[in-house]
């Protein structure tokens, strides 16, 4: 099913963490969708290979080097979309990082903090410098990730799961801010999906598959079923939406 909102198309909008996973499945969505797509991820290569994609469907995009974890970065990403495109109407903030796994006792400071660096420094970078450009161009969407994690917690994964609390406050207070300026916050939440970092997570493919055969849905959820709510809270359909969070995860937090 490729049912994408039609109000996205010539949208100018910035996602990072494009190159693989959830994000490369939101940028071709998007692109699908008509809108204009400006791909942020450190990866250069897998950005270039997808901008070709979009562009052999009759999309317009752009890859630009970025690294979450240099505020530097993110505004440039911001800054060139503009130049580019000539403004921001929206962003899928979707980079981050995993991290090391184990109990508390076993960790230290730097693990902690390479989790912060990417996954909240680098949304609140991306709020910051997103929101100042929405504001001159009358306002736009933002949608950030977050995880099932900050709702119901998860052994041995604590730097991670602290890490998408903050997203989520971050989502409420920017989403609170701006109102006023047209501006809609969101986030996503999702639960376990096939992409690289859960596969990690869990240790493969074939852990991950095992672990969700007994969940409601009995198995992982795809980039697609992630991308597609994505798509509808960046777009028009989602306009008195704003300050909240989507769990995607196929019933797994209600068992």
């Not at 076993?106 to 991306?126: I, R, T």
């Amino acid at each position: 099913m490729q049912n994408t909102p039609t109000d996205l198309a010539g949208k100018s909008i910035l996602v990072t963490g494009a190159s693989s996973g959830i994000g490369a499945a939101t940028a071709l969505a998007l692109g699908r969708a008509g809108a204009r797509v400006a791909l942020a991820a450190r990866r250069l290569d897998a950005l270039d290979s997808l901008v070709a994609e979009i562009r052999a469907g009759g999309g317009e995009a752009i890859a630009i080097r970025t690294d979450v974890t240099v505020e530097a970065d993110i505004k440039n990403a911001v800054d060139s979309t503009v130049a580019h495109f000539g403004r921001l109407d929206g962003a899928f903030n979707n980079a981050g990082v995993l991290g090391k796994l184990g109990p508390l006792t076993a960790l230290d400071s730097a693990d902690f903090a390479e989790v912060m660096q990417a996954n909240v420094y680098g949304v609140f970078w991306s709020l910051k410098h997103e929101m100042a450009a929405m504001q001159k161009s009358g306002g736009g969407a933002i949608v950030n990730t977050a995880s099932i994690v900050a709702e119901i917690g998860f052994a041995n994964f604590g730097p991670y799961v602290a890490s998408k609390h903050a997203v989520l406050g971050l989502t409420r207070s920017a989403a609170l801010e701006g109102f006023q300026q047209g501006i809609r916050v969101n986030a996503v939440s999702p639960g376990p999906i096939v992409t690289p970092m859960a596969e990690i997570g869990f240790g493969g493919l074939d852990n991950l598959e095992a672990a969700l055969k007994g969940s409601p849905a009995g198995r992982p959820g795809t980039p697609d079923e992630i991308a597609r709510p994505v798509l509808f809270l960046l777009s028009s359909a989602a306009s008195y939406i704003s300050g909240q969070s989507l769990t995607i995860d196929g019933g797994y937090t209600v068992q």
